[in-house]
């Protein structure tokens, strides 16, 4: 964007990029102090280096999810969300789980795709492949040199069909298998894809186009399992209907959309938390949703021989420890270190074991009270502090609220009017 005097957005100063923007929105000195302001946690000088024309920082609310036992270790989980009950919701679901052992969870070695899209030009496909699998030794030896600690374990050859309306015909896809160990990868399998290339179009003498990563990450899963007393749900009663309740979310997809995305609100929350890429965790969890050619839910819901409610999640899950902004970035350090986590696979794990606690509360909710009632309950305090309440003042117009169950903005205003006239001030 060219701005007066011929410069670029990106070359001014945060002074003049906020006033520019001020002038250009009309907005008021307090939205631009608040946007100051925003940076002081993390520093301008940082932000302005991990985006592009920076100008502040966006705040998420940020808390600690409580009584998650995980194969036998305790951690308090830290999670970066906006929405009410979530965390709260969570940590229920997770002293519940507690009571039969916790959850139990294991993580499939840290495996990564890079892919190396090749054009045949008419080629014929075996003569390509046999050419790239005979000088796999090679590869592997270029691909290595790129990486202290991440390993190409294995080179596979494949081709795909144009499906598009572009209409190229057949291409070969180069797949680099790579141990990324407690990295998400995405660098360093992007590097290697790159430098493979290169070698590629030499042996073969046909072009590559696309040296990139793969986010669906299938070879990288997670697994967690836990079970609910149902002397502690509601019995017989509210297990049958929340297996109604998965049986919904299996069978349909407008359905299946809405029960994962409460899982997602879990994983989501630490990912964001810890500084993990929750776009790529996002896509790689629904596309693995779809592998069976229809959109299902992610969890598996069943009784045991007691009666119990026994929960499942398969998920794909790129994370790291290492890398990334997980050292650039204040919050996400000092997140990881709330986790006292050792490896990506331990980070894994417990992202997923959210997911499940999250998914276990949602149906919960859904199956008894219904999920507007307890969500609106935490949502009454948004309400009051919208209305301008501070302080105490918030708890007494959100009990208000939810004891005439009329959760409005008009309504809360109404009652901080009559509570300040009536010489309760806020703190």
Same mark, same amino acid.
């Given at each position: 964007?060219?701005?007066?005097?011929? /410069?670029?957005?990106?070359?001014?100063?945060?002074?003049?990029?906020?006033?520019?923007?001020?002038?250009?929105? /009309?907005?008021?000195?307090?939205?631009?102090?608040?946007?100051?302001?925003?940076? &002081?946690?993390?520093?301008?000088?940082?932000?302005?280096?991990?985006?592009?024309?920076?100008?502040?920082?966006?705040?998420?609310?940020?808390?600690?999810?409580?009584?998650?036992?995980?194969?036998?270790?305790?951690?308090?989980?830290?999670? $970066?969300? %906006? %929405?009410?009950?979530?965390?709260?919701?969570?940590?229920?679901?997770?002293?519940?789980?507690?009571?039969?052992?916790?959850?139990?969870?294991?993580?499939?070695?840290?495996?990564?795709?890079?892919?190396?899209?090749?054009?045949?030009?008419?080629?014929?496909?075996?003569?390509? /492949?046999?050419?790239?699998?005979?000088?796999?030794?090679?590869?592997?030896?270029?691909?290595?040199?790129?990486?202290?600690?991440?390993?190409?374990?294995?080179?596979?050859?494949?081709?795909?069909?144009?499906?598009?309306?572009?209409?190229?015909?057949?291409?070969?896809?180069?797949?680099?298998?790579?141990?990324?160990?407690?990295?998400?990868?995405?660098?360093?399998?992007?590097?290697?894809?790159?430098?493979?290339?290169?070698?590629?179009?030499?042996?073969?003498?046909?072009?590559?186009?696309?040296?990139?990563?793969?986010?669906?990450?299938?070879?990288?899963?997670?697994?967690?399992?836990?079970?609910?007393?149902?002397?502690?749900?509601?019995?017989?009663?509210?297990?049958?209907?929340?297996?109604?309740?998965?049986?919904?979310?299996?069978?349909?997809?407008?359905?299946?959309?809405?029960?994962?995305?409460?899982?997602?609100?879990?994983?989501?929350?630490?990912?964001?938390?810890?500084?993990?890429?929750?776009?790529?965790?996002?896509?790689?969890?629904?596309?693995?949703?779809?592998?069976?050619?229809?959109?299902?839910?992610?969890?598996?819901?069943?009784?045991?021989?007691?009666?119990?409610?026994?929960? %499942?999640? %398969?998920?794909?899950?790129?994370?790291?420890?290492?890398?990334?902004?997980?050292?650039?970035?204040?919050?996400?350090?000092?997140?990881?270190?709330?986790?006292?986590?050792?490896?990506?696979?331990?980070?894994?794990?417990?992202?997923?074991?959210?997911?499940? $606690?999250?998914?276990? $509360?949602?149906?919960? $909710?859904?199956?008894?009270?219904?999920?507007?009632?307890? &969500?609106?309950?935490?949502?009454?305090?948004?309400?009051?502090?919208?209305?301008?309440?501070?302080?105490?003042?918030?708890?007494?117009?959100?009990?208000?609220?939810?004891?005439?169950?009329?959760?409005?903005?008009?309504?809360?205003?109404?009652?901080?009017?009559?509570? /300040?006239?009536?010489?309760?001030?806020?703190?």
């Amino acid at each position: 964007m060219d701005v007066a005097g011929g /410069s670029k957005f990106r070359e001014l100063n945060l002074a003049d990029r906020l006033d520019l923007i001020k002038k250009h929105a /009309s907005l008021e000195d307090r939205n631009i102090q608040f946007l100051k302001d925003s940076t &002081h946690i993390l520093g301008f000088d940082n932000v302005n280096r991990m985006i592009e024309n920076a100008i502040g920082v966006f705040p998420i609310p940020m808390g600690i999810a409580t009584n998650f036992l995980i194969n036998d270790v305790d951690y308090l989980i830290p999670m $970066a969300i %906006e %929405e009410p009950s979530v965390i709260a919701a969570t940590s229920k679901a997770a002293k519940l789980a507690k009571l039969t052992g916790g959850f139990r969870a294991e993580a499939d070695d840290p495996l990564m795709v890079g892919q190396i899209q090749v054009i045949p030009d008419d080629k014929p496909y075996e003569g390509i /492949s046999r050419k790239i699998l005979d000088k796999k030794d090679e590869l592997f030896k270029i691909a290595n040199s790129t990486a202290r600690s991440s390993k190409v374990k294995e080179i596979e050859v494949r081709a795909v069909q144009d499906e598009s309306q572009v209409g190229v015909g057949t291409m070969i896809i180069v797949e680099l298998i790579i141990n990324t160990h407690d990295a998400m990868g995405a660098n360093i399998v992007n590097t290697m894809c790159e430098t493979v290339g290169q070698a590629i179009e030499s042996i073969t003498g046909c072009r590559t186009i696309l040296k990139i990563l793969s986010n669906y990450s299938a070879r990288r899963l997670v697994r967690c399992r836990a079970t609910f007393p149902k002397n502690q749900i509601g019995g017989d009663f509210i297990v049958e209907r929340i297996l109604y309740a998965y049986a919904l979310a299996y069978s349909d997809v407008y359905r299946a959309v809405t029960h994962n995305k409460g899982i997602m609100n879990g994983i989501d929350a630490v990912a964001l938390a810890t500084g993990q890429d929750f776009r790529a965790i996002e896509a790689a969890a629904h596309a693995y949703a779809s592998r069976g050619g229809s959109y299902r839910s992610l969890t598996k819901w069943l009784r045991d021989k007691n009666g119990n409610l026994v929960g %499942e999640l %398969e998920i794909p899950m790129a994370v790291g420890i290492v890398g990334g902004v997980t050292k650039v970035h204040q919050m996400a350090e000092t997140s990881l270190k709330i986790l006292k986590v050792n490896s990506s696979q331990e980070l894994a794990i417990v992202i997923a074991s959210v997911g499940l $606690a999250q998914n276990f $509360a949602a149906l919960l $909710a859904l199956a008894s009270e219904g999920i507007q009632e307890g &969500h609106m309950k935490l949502h009454s305090r948004n309400i009051a502090f919208m209305a301008g309440a501070r302080g105490r003042m918030i708890d007494i117009i959100s009990e208000h609220l939810v004891k005439e169950d009329e959760i409005n903005l008009s309504r809360a205003k109404e009652l901080l009017d009559k509570f /300040s006239q009536n010489g309760d001030i806020n703190d």
